[in-house]
């Protein structure tokens, strides 16, 4: 049986989020606690190794004044 390869966010995405924490200068606890999400949850979004659910990841976005927009292949 072959195992199951783990879905992760797009690094690009995460790579994004974390620049815009740092432009607010907020820390990793702190949009935790406004996206209503854990701390080390938050921290693996960040690194890109996490995988958000759609709502958790609105959260996180609103948390940073951020918005989803389609990316145009």
């Known amino acids: 049986m072959r195992a199951k390869k783990k879905e ?17 200068e907020l820390t990793q606890l702190q949009v935790a606690k406004l996206a209503k999400v854990t701390e080390t949850f938050y921290a693996m979004t960040e690194r890109g190794e996490a995988n958000p ?10 948390a940073l004044g ?7 292949e």
């Open 66 to 72: 951020l918005k989803i927009v389609a990316k145009k």
């Open 53 to 62: 659910s759609f709502a958790k990841l609105e959260r996180i976005l609103k």
């Open 8 to 24: 992760r966010i797009d690094p690009e995405l995460a790579a994004q989020i974390k620049e815009a924490r740092e432009k607010k």
